[in-house]
């Protein structure tokens, strides 16, 4: 299995909604990340977990908040938005820091 | 200067073409490059993972130059179906996880 799976697919919401994303991956991958990307650019890196610790935040407002309950799992818990916040989000796995990323199909989200 | 930078593009290219992207990076300490594809509305996905000895794989040829601090991509033969983005990764070096993308290029190849 080297897929990586991310749910919901879209996802519309106001700015003062509480909603999560998730992502999946059963490759045994110890490293999982969240990218944030905007029409026409390059994925823009959010966080990433190496064995299920956080290791890097690239300075995300608070109102973004990962978590990663085990070492299948990613989420990103979503508060208080605003309309900038509208991207494709990406997670990311990757088995060791040399290795490619292997990334999930992304969540569409409009923030109204 | 970006840590990663790619030719800007767009290029536009004759069906049977032969196109190349090239990419510098700034950190020495990186070991690991690799070249994306990204179609529209979709994901990335892995096209090569570049090595110093440069590695092929049909069309795709990849090339590094840790000296010059330089990758390329070489795409013989253009069809159609190469029309995507390509984007130029960087692991950040010093044994961590992070990756820096490239601004990416985009490749148009026409009928």
């Known amino acids: 299995d080297t897929e990586v799976t991310q749910t919901p697919k879209h996802l519309v919401m106001g700015m003062t909604n509480k909603k999560s994303l998730k992502c999946e991956q059963h490759m045994g991958h110890r490293a999982m990340y969240w990218y944030k990307q905007k029409a026409k650019k390059p994925p823009e890196l959010m966080f990433v977990y190496s064995y299920e610790k956080l290791s890097i935040n690239e300075s995300v407002p608070s109102r973004f908040s990962p978590e990663c309950p085990n070492s299948s799992l990613l989420n990103l818990h979503l508060h208080a938005l605003q309309p900038e916040d509208s991207a494709l989000y990406l997670c990311?796995?990757?088995?060791?820091?040399?290795?490619?990323?292997?990334f999930g199909p992304g969540t569409r989200l409009t923030v109204l | 200067r970006k840590e990663v930078e790619q030719d800007p593009g767009p290029f536009n290219v004759p069906e049977g073409a032969t196109v190349a992207f090239n990419c510098t990076y700034s950190?020495?300490?990186?070991?690991?490059f690799f070249w994306y594809r990204q179609d529209c509305r979709k994901e990335p996905k892995l096209l090569m993972s570049v090595y110093s000895s440069g590695n092929e794989d049909g069309r795709f040829t990849a090339q590094l130059n840790r000296a010059s601090q330089y990758i390329s991509l070489l795409i013989r033969d253009s069809k159609l179906s190469d029309s995507a983005t390509y984007l130029c990764?960087?692991?950040?070096?010093?044994?961590?996880?992070?990756?820096?993308f490239g601004a990416g290029t985009r490749l148009f190849v026409k009928a």
């Open positions: 990764v960087v692991n950040g070096g010093t044994g961590g996880f992070k990756t820096i």
């Open positions: 990311a796995s990757t088995g060791t820091s040399d290795n490619e990323q292997f």
């Open positions: 950190n020495s300490a990186s070991q690991s």
